[in-house]
């Protein structure tokens, strides 16, 4: 209930602050400028005046009388008195005067002059306003309150004129919108045949995929208009404005159709509604004219409806169901081949060296999403400047996807000498139980120089082949791993630190999903016990089970990382002198590549 009274506020506000200015005038400021040079003398001084023949003109009111001295140079005021005789005593005196009732006290026309006009008047203004607002959605906020919150620009029409080709990678996404692309090049050739296109379009992906790119991409592929508006925008400020924006958007695109309409993070106004007491109104008006104008055009008049949405379970059966938004095109992280276009991409954009390995920065940054792939190449420029250089190198590259996955380096956090070996044994630990494991090089590279992420050392993982099932001996392998840091700690200093706080968590993690969602457990066979939440988010997942079965989960849970703890530090003993060995290696010289590791290990 309270999210429908806030967004009012600003009007109610808004004529708050007119009347009290009102109030304010007619109070203090009015008498003010009126009875600036009037002065008030007694009756007396009137009839002496009078009497004298010192007076100009009298203006007989209702309760006062005003007059002039015979210059009429100042105003005087006096009460009125039943006095018989004024009228032939002005009359002598010579006096022009008049009586003013009517004019100048009439309390109706005061009253309606003080009040009700200027009222009436800012109503005019005000209504005016918000029918404004409703025509041209945001425009009118930033009118009103004009406090930089310019979110004018409602509805973009694109220029910039992306195509597909800015868009590296993600060509299954590609291909799919290339269909869209056709149908809005040629709507005949479909209708011809019958076949009707999808009203709605939802791209489905992680941030920083390249969702949004996509979408104007079609528009600039298409040639036609591109009306953009985020989901969040919809619900911002006023009751019922949401609603009206979204017959507004519609009424615009039907009228440029064919176009592309886009809206971004559609699960703002497109979650599930679950009829909860104090549920958003607001959102939910919203959600339902969205669902009531996507019914109210066919299928070929030429408006597609793109969305975005980083949470496609939390949408509401309503909008996806068939008729709305029924294609879901997935926008997934890029692989390696994906990363190296991206970086190719928007390496043209800034000045770099002709000797480049792409193929190598796309492996070591692995994981990393479209954006942060720009933006690895951004930071690698501005180094370059920073340094004084014309171009960017391979190092600036390499160095920039440490600064953007782990930070930029802590140059003066001074590690103790025994901080440093503590965790250049941590880190080799890791990488030594992983590598017997597999006979592989784990790592691509080390350094145990802090970042500001606040990580002590930095890991960089060796890219795995593009991997499409785990088993449950690789699952193992990796908690093993994940242990071996605290294991090589423990062996060496026989002392443990708080250094594998993240280790342990994703050891956790690991072994919980094998017990509740992989069915890799002693007990409870292929058994799903949790459900997984925002898979796009990091994937929060709820348990699903009675309290007795938690507790089985529980201790199993424990068991599977115990024996892989075990499993780590026997391998970290049977090779002790490695261990010495590749930490001292590292301690020394702060960073160790996976060759160098190697080297050593096989030595
Ligand atoms: P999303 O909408 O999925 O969150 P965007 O489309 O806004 O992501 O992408 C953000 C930025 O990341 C883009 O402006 C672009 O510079 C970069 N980017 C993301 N994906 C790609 C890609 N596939 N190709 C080229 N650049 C990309
Ligand atoms: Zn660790």
Same mark, same amino acid.
């Not at 391979?394 to 503590?422: C, P």
């Not at 068991?559 to 060995?581: C, F, G, P, T, W």
């Given at each position: 209930?309270?999210?429908?009274?806030?967004?009012?506020?600003?009007?109610?506000?808004?004529?708050?602050?007119?009347?009290?200015?009102?109030?304010?005038?007619?109070?203090?400021?009015?008498?003010?400028?009126?009875?600036?040079?009037?002065?008030?003398?007694?009756?007396?001084?009137?009839?002496?005046?009078?009497?004298?023949?010192?007076?100009?003109?009298?203006?007989?009111?209702?309760?006062?009388?005003?007059?002039?001295?015979?210059?009429?140079?100042?105003?005087?005021?006096?009460?009125?008195?039943?006095?018989?005789?004024?009228?032939?005593?002005?009359?002598?005196?010579?006096?022009?005067?008049?009586?003013?009732?009517?004019?100048?006290?009439?309390?109706?026309?005061?009253?309606?002059?003080?009040?009700?006009?200027?009222?009436?008047?800012?109503?005019?203004?005000?209504?005016?306003?918000?029918?404004?607002?409703?025509?041209?959605?945001?425009?009118?906020?930033?009118?009103?309150?004009?406090?930089?919150?310019?979110?004018?620009?409602?509805?973009?029409?694109?220029?910039?004129?992306?195509?597909?080709?800015?868009?590296?990678?993600?060509?299954?996404?590609?291909?799919?919108?290339?269909?869209?692309?056709?149908? $809005?090049? &040629?709507?005949?050739?479909?209708?011809? /045949?019958?076949?009707?296109?999808? %009203?709605? +379009?939802?791209?489905? !992906?992680?941030?920083?995929?390249?969702?949004?790119?996509?979408?104007?991409?079609?528009?600039?592929?298409?040639?036609?208009?591109?009306?953009?508006?985020?989901?969040?925008?919809?619900?911002?400020?006023?009751?019922?404005?949401?609603?009206?924006?979204?017959?507004?958007?519609?009424?615009?695109?039907?009228?440029?159709?064919?176009?592309?309409?886009?809206?971004?993070?559609?699960?703002?106004?497109?979650?599930?509604?679950?009829?909860?007491?104090?549920?958003?109104?607001?959102?939910?008006?919203?959600?339902?004219?969205?669902?009531?104008?996507?019914?109210?055009?066919?299928?070929?008049?030429?408006?597609?409806?793109?969305?975005?949405?980083?949470?496609?379970?939390?949408?509401?059966?309503?909008?996806?169901?068939?008729?709305?938004?029924?294609?879901?095109?997935?926008?997934? $992280?890029? &692989?390696?081949?994906?990363?190296?276009? /991206?970086?190719?991409?928007?390496? %043209?954009? +800034?000045?770099?060296? !002709?000797?480049?390995?792409?193929?190598?920065?796309?492996?070591?940054?692995?994981?990393?999403?479209?954006?942060?792939?720009?933006?690895?190449?951004?930071?690698?420029?501005?180094?370059?400047?920073?340094?004084?250089?014309?171009?960017?190198?391979?190092?600036?590259?390499?160095?920039?996807?440490?600064?953007?996955?782990?930070?930029?380096?802590?140059?003066?956090?001074?590690?103790?000498?025994?901080?440093?070996?503590?965790?250049?044994?941590?880190?080799?630990?890791?990488?030594?139980?992983?590598?017997?494991?597999?006979?592989?090089?784990?790592?691509?590279?080390?350094?145990?120089?802090?970042?500001?992420?606040?990580?002590?050392?930095?890991?960089?993982?060796?890219?795995?082949?593009?991997?499409?099932?785990?088993?449950?001996?690789?699952?193992?392998?990796?908690?093993?791993? $994940?242990?071996?840091?605290?294991?090589?700690?423990? /062996?060496?200093?026989?002392?443990?630190?708080?250094?594998?706080?993240?280790?342990?968590?994703?050891?956790?993690?690991?072994?919980?999903?094998?017990?509740?969602?992989?069915?890799?457990?002693?007990?409870?066979?292929?058994?799903?016990?949790?459900?997984?939440?925002?898979?796009?988010?990091?994937?929060?997942?709820?348990?699903?089970?009675?309290?007795?079965?938690?507790?089985?989960?529980?201790?199993?849970?424990?068991?599977?990382?115990?024996?892989?703890?075990?499993?780590?530090?026997?391998?970290?003993?049977?090779?002790?002198?490695?261990?010495?060995?590749?930490?001292?290696?590292?301690?020394?010289?702060?960073?160790?590549?996976?060759?160098?590791?190697?080297?050593?290990?096989?030595?």
């Amino acid at each position: 209930m309270n999210e429908i009274n806030k967004p009012k506020k600003p009007l109610i506000f808004y004529y708050g602050i007119v009347l009290i200015f009102l109030m304010l005038f007619n109070l203090m400021i009015l008498p003010a400028i009126t009875e600036r040079a009037i002065k008030e003398v007694d009756y007396g001084t009137f009839m002496t005046m009078s009497e004298e023949g010192d007076i100009g003109s009298v203006q007989i009111q209702s309760n006062q009388i005003l007059f002039t001295d015979k210059e009429e140079k100042a105003i005087y005021k006096t009460g009125v008195i039943n006095d018989p005789n004024l009228v032939e005593r002005l009359h002598r005196s010579g006096a022009k005067f008049t009586s003013e009732i009517s004019r100048e006290s009439s309390p109706i026309l005061s009253l309606l002059f003080s009040w009700i006009l200027p009222i009436a008047i800012f109503y005019l203004l005000g209504s005016m306003l918000s029918k404004k607002m409703m025509d041209k959605a945001g425009g009118a906020n930033s009118m009103m309150f004009g406090m930089g919150k310019s979110n004018a620009r409602v509805y973009v029409k694109s220029s910039e004129g992306i195509h597909f080709s800015d868009v590296a990678g993600e060509d299954e996404a590609k291909d799919n919108l290339t269909e869209i692309v056709d149908y $809005l090049h &040629d709507p005949d050739k479909y209708k011809d /045949i019958g076949a009707s296109m999808p %009203k709605g +379009i939802l791209l489905v !992906g992680p941030p920083g995929t390249g969702k949004t790119m996509l979408a104007k991409a079609v528009a600039g592929e298409a040639n036609v208009p591109f009306f953009s508006m985020s989901g969040s925008e919809f619900v911002e400020m006023f009751v019922g404005m949401g609603a009206s924006k979204v017959r507004d958007l519609f009424k615009q695109a039907k009228e440029k159709a064919p176009c592309i309409v886009f809206i971004d993070e559609i699960d703002a106004i497109g979650k599930k509604r679950d009829g909860n007491i104090g549920g958003n109104d607001e959102r939910e008006q919203t959600l339902n004219q969205l669902l009531t104008e996507m019914d109210g055009f066919e299928g070929n008049n030429g408006v597609i409806i793109l969305a975005a949405t980083n949470r496609p379970e939390s949408l509401d059966p309503a909008l996806t169901r068939p008729g709305r938004f029924d294609r879901r095109v997935p926008v997934e $992280l890029p &692989d390696l081949k994906g990363r190296e276009e /991206i970086l190719r991409v928007h390496a %043209k954009k +800034i000045k770099i060296s !002709g000797d480049i390995d792409f193929t190598q920065i796309a492996r070591m940054a692995s994981g990393a999403s479209g954006a942060e792939l720009a933006n690895i190449v951004n930071e690698a420029a501005l180094k370059a400047v920073r340094e004084g250089r014309a171009y960017a190198t391979q190092t600036d590259l390499e160095e920039s996807i440490e600064v953007v996955i782990a930070g930029y380096q802590k140059k003066n956090a001074i590690l103790t000498e025994k901080e440093k070996r503590t965790v250049a044994y941590h880190e080799i630990g890791h990488a030594l139980v992983a590598a017997k494991q597999t006979n592989s090089a784990p790592v691509q590279k080390i350094t145990i120089i802090p970042r500001t992420s606040g990580a002590l050392g930095y890991t960089m993982q060796v890219e795995q082949d593009n991997h499409y099932l785990m088993t449950k001996t690789e699952l193992e392998n990796q908690i093993a791993t $994940l242990t071996g840091g605290r294991a090589a700690e423990e /062996i060496v200093f026989s002392e443990i630190s708080t250094g594998a706080l993240n280790d342990i968590e994703r050891a956790t993690k690991l072994a919980r999903s094998m017990v509740t969602r992989y069915g890799m457990s002693r007990d409870f066979d292929m058994v799903a016990m949790e459900n997984v939440q925002n898979k796009y988010l990091g994937g929060d997942a709820s348990l699903d089970c009675s309290e007795e079965t938690q507790t089985k989960i529980d201790s199993e849970v424990v068991e599977i990382v115990k024996r892989q703890h075990e499993k780590a530090a026997s391998i970290l003993m049977e090779n002790r002198e490695k261990l010495d060995e590749l930490a001292k290696y590292l301690y020394d010289k702060e960073t160790i590549t996976g060759e160098e590791f190697m080297t050593i290990l096989n030595s």
